[in-house]
Structures are given as C-alpha cells and as structure tokens.
C-alpha cells in the first residue's frame, strides 16, 4: 500500500523527503516505490520470500533511522516518531525472520518444492 501511496501522493512525498534532507529526490522516491512494491508482493505471495524480505529489510533500515529520528525531536513529535521507529522495528524483526526461514508452506515458493 505504502508504495502505492507514494506514486498517488508524489509531490506530497517528494517534498517530505526533501524537507528530511534526502539528495537526488527523484531517484530515492522511484527506489523506495520499487522496493516496496517488489518486497512487499513477494512476501505476500510467498514468491521469492526471501529475496523480498531482504530488499523490505535493505530499505526499512535506512528509511527508520532517516525519518523516524526521535531523538532529534520534542514532545509530542518526539512520541509520534518513537511509535513509529518502535513499529517499524517490529516489522524487520518479521522480515528477519521471513529472510532466514522463508514463507512457509502456503506459499508459491513451497508449491515449486512439491
């Protein structure tokens, strides 16, 4: 969805992204749509899992500790962001695991084994 967004509301991200200092807007905006549509469809479909959760991990990464940065904020930013950084750790705790272990059974990647 998130992807999905960003294309819809282009200017709108593109802008953010520019206010938290990213370079090169444009190029980072078309990698973060593509990794998160790519990453996102195959953990969902459980195709190419792992490959998926590793480009979800190799973007949430940098994409927390760019735009979530509380400790650089006051209350009440600061408590939004916190919520923000703590659930996206969670996610790439889920990642990790779908990284190390694939998708399991219902999935594409383990009907190709039968």
Known sequence: MSGIMKIGDWSVTAGYM?????PVVPFFLI???IFELLGGLSV???????FGAWL???FLIPTTLIFHNFWGLEDPDRQVQVIMFMKNLAILGGLFIIAALG????????????
């Open 18 to 22: 520019s206010a938290k200092g990213m």
């Open 56 to 58: 979800l991990i190799i």
């Open 103 to 114: 998708a399991g059974k219902p999935s594409f990647d383990e009907k190709g084994k039968s």
């Open 31 to 33: 990698m973060a749509i």
């Open 44 to 50: 969902l479909l459980g195709y190419k899992a792992k």
